[in-house]
């Protein structure tokens, strides 16, 4: 357990300017987010050089030419030449520093007008957690930091709650029963204590009331006629991670759901609590998400049975709830009564598994019991308008045609069925919701590689918004500087006639080089202060689409997070400002790419040397970096990533 605590991959949300972090989306300041304080005596040496180039070709001292190096080089809207003012040195270096010559280009608009299944939404798993998928704290912060990070879909995983302190008015009520004494903990709990020397909650922790969560919202807990109710509580079970409020979870949600995006978000519950429970979830959530739950369908002319997924646009603003679905009772006709035999017991459906723990995955020692098989209500199953799911057996079931359905499949269960059904999964995800989560011995929450699972067409990779590792970092670059919801290619929408991964969309070769120039601000490595003890580095990696991919054989790796085929790295500095002299770092010959769907992933690297010349590799955050790429052999301008 110590190697997943000290991982520092893995954190607590930032609870204080969480629209600065990158992640999946729209930062809700991105412009603050991607501007510099200074520019280091390297760096401003570099962009010295690029000025004077950039004033030879230009005349940047002119109104005229400002104006034509910002649209013609640049490519940035007209209002950037503000920013260049008289076209000075000094002038030039603030326009690079205020973030507007950020590598990323202007996104278009996403067009609104498609049926929700045609777009990749930006999603995490698990997202209560605030590190470890085995003892991290659940934090309701943890939803509004990854909404205003530009999250879209969000998970819920939702159990009942305790049973009221001992100081509770039903304790005093005459005839009341004592509390028994809680039982010790047995079981998975037990031995992860065990295993990781964690002490479970101690008898006066759990008898002791949860505080209000201190998110702007005063929450009042929900009350009978006759005493107060136990409400249901989010955390992931059979595990030691602590709990967090159902009702300060959709607090938050309301409050932050639609801050940085208009478009909709997506509730994906996992429900183990009891009926009763159910029916206060289905209250807290009509109550707070009022105006924004979709809660009926959107044209009331349409059945329950044949209903289509409405538009993206007509979704705004709007919030979706996934859960099982579950077919409303038929009405009985009255018979007469007869003497017979006693009906037999109704049995209980299983809820959804999304759970990131399948038992199957999961080592003999540490394998949790089975999940109660808790029956969904008919209030809780109508919530499910246009997102409702349903159990996957294969892709023929009769449930796989009906428009409004949503598959959850694993990693591991998903490319087994891209292996075996490889056109079948395709067609189906041109038309259909699917979801895909992180398998269960992911429990440092790294994440798996979601370019994979886009390209077979899923709409939803949830990952560990934990963490930060390569599964993250390529989620930020599908869905930077959008709104969460991005328009699949052309191939890939229910609109289009291509039939496989293989022809949906153009593959072509690609040259690629990268000129790296100088860096500032590297961070050091955890508990080193000494900044010449360690050699920061480069690392570029390409993310293309294998063979195996388009022809629907075994992936190699097995669609893990890991290092890909084509990758380099630069020359090692003594310093956190290093000075690259303009290396560059080239990629040619590059098949498969294509451009929706084939990502670069830049990671400075701080190399630290240990005793007994052992070697430790801590991978940082995204720093910034000059440098200058070309493609396929064209040039783009000097610019800061």
């Not at 930032?14 to 005596?41: F, H, N």
């Not at 001992?166 to 009520?173: K, L």
């Not at 294998?546 to 003594?574: M, N």
């Amino acid at each position: 357990m110590a190697a997943v605590s000290k991982d520092h991959k893995v954190g607590v949300p930032k609870i204080d300017q969480p629209e600065l972090q990158a992640g999946g989306g729209t930062a809700g300041d991105a412009a603050k987010a991607r501007a510099v304080d200074y520019l280091s005596p390297t760096a401003t040496g570099y962009l010295k050089h690029a000025y004077d180039d950039v004033n030879k070709r230009y005349n940047l001292t002119t109104a005229e030419g400002r104006a034509k190096w910002v649209k013609e080089e640049q490519q940035g809207p007209d209002r950037d030449v503000e920013l260049l003012q008289d076209g000075s040195f000094s002038h030039f270096a603030a326009y690079f520093t205020s973030g507007a010559a950020n590598v990323m280009g202007p996104i278009a608009a996403v067009d609104t007008s498609y049926p929700i299944s045609n777009y990749f939404v930006s999603s995490s798993h698990n997202t209560y957690l605030t590190g470890n998928q085995l003892s991290s704290e659940s934090n309701v912060d943890a939803y509004r930091n990854v909404l205003r990070r530009g999250c879209r879909c969000v998970e819920i995983d939702v159990w009942d709650g305790e049973p009221p302190s001992s100081s509770s008015s039903e304790d005093e009520a005459p005839g009341a029963q004592k509390k028994k004494k809680d039982k010790p903990e047995l079981g998975i709990r037990k031995r992860l204590e065990l295993r990781f020397g964690r002490k479970g909650a101690s008898h006066e922790e759990k008898e002791k009331p949860q505080a209000p969560p201190k998110d702007g919202d005063k929450v009042t807990p929900w009350i009978s006629n006759t005493s107060t109710r136990a409400e249901p509580r989010v955390l992931h079970g059979y595990t030691l991670t602590k709990e967090t409020s159902f009702r300060a979870v959709c607090a938050s949600i309301r409050d932050h759901a639609f801050e940085t995006s208009s478009l909709p978000v997506i509730i994906s519950l996992e429900v183990h609590t009891s009926p009763e429970q159910q029916e206060i979830m289905v209250e807290i959530m009509t109550e707070y998400w009022k105006g924004m739950l979709v809660d009926l369908p959107l044209d009331p002319a349409q059945s329950s049975d044949k209903l289509v997924l409405p538009t993206l646009k007509e979704l705004e603003n709007k919030i979706l709830v996934k859960v099982k679905y579950i077919p409303p009772k038929p009405v009985e006709e009255a018979k007469p009564a007869t003497l017979q035999a006693p009906s037999e017991p109704l049995k209980h459906t299983a809820t959804e598994s999304t759970t990131s723990s399948s038992s199957e995955e999961i080592p003999d020692g540490l394998k949790k019991p089975p999940a109660p098989k808790a029956k969904i209500t008919e209030a809780l199953s109508r919530l499910g308008i246009y997102t409702r799911a349903y159990h996957f057996k294969s892709l023929d079931q009769p449930e796989a045609s009906i428009p409004t359905h949503v598959f959850s499949l694993s990693e591991k269960a998903l490319l087994e069925v891209h292996e075996t059904q490889p056109s079948a999964l395709f067609k189906h995800n041109k038309n259909f919701f699917m979801r895909a989560y992180p398998k269960g011995l992911r429990l440092n929450s790294s994440n798996l590689n979601p370019s994979v699972f886009w390209r077979a067409g899923v709409q939803i990779v949830a990952l560990n918004w934990q963490r930060w590792d390569g599964g993250m970092m390529q989620n930020e670059a599908m869905f930077a500087g959008t709104s969460g919801w991005v328009l699949k290619p052309e191939g890939y929408r229910s609109s289009s006639k291509e039939t496989t991964q293989k022809t949906a969309i153009p593959h072509h070769n690609m040259d690629l080089s990268i000129e790296f120039l100088a860096g500032q601000d590297i961070p050091k490595p955890p508990e080193e202060d000494n900044p010449k003890n360690f050699k920061p580095y480069v690392k570029v990696e390409l993310h293309v689409e294998k063979r195996e991919e388009r022809e629907g054989q075994p992936i190699p790796g097995g669609g893990k997070s890991k290092a890909p085929e084509y990758k380099k790295k630069t020359g090692t500095h003594k310093t956190p400002d290093p000075d690259f002299g303009r290396e560059v770092v080239k990629f040619e010959g590059i098949s498969g790419v294509t451009e929706e769907l084939t990502f670069v992933r830049y990671v400075a690297v701080s190399f630290r040397i240990l005793p007994c010349t052992s070697f430790h590799f801590v991978p940082q955050p995204p720093t910034r970096c000059l440098l200058r790429t070309a493609c396929n052999g064209h040039p783009s301008p000097f610019m800061f990533t």
